[in-house]
């Protein structure tokens, strides 16, 4: 009987399986948004939405925002900097 030489590893396992449709990834816990239409997980919040008629702010992805704008504007400021220096 023929045995093989290596183990195979989860993603050639998975290659196999999903190549001729035997495999069917199932999500029951993924909604449809009311509002935006969006697939999310239910009591996550994903973007700034509306909940019981309130807007709801997502403030992780809020602040990540201001912050890279912030460092974008230091930046901007010692480009500035640097070019009154050098003329």
Do not use: C, W
Request: charged share 35%; hydrophobic share 25%; aromatic share 4%.
């Amino acid at each position: 009987m023929a045995v093989p030489k290596k183990k195979k590893s989860s993603s050639r396992s998975g290659m196999r399986r999903g190549s001729n449709g035997t495999f069917k990834a199932d999500f029951t816990n993924v909604i449809v948004d009311s509002e935006s239409g969006e697939f999310k997980l239910p009591h996550h919040v994903i973007n700034d939405t509306y909940k019981n008629g309130k807007l709801q702010i997502n403030l992780r992805k809020r602040a990540k925002q201001q912050q890279s704008a912030k460092e974008e504007s230091e930046k901007a400021e010692e480009n500035e900097t640097l070019k009154t220096q050098s003329e």
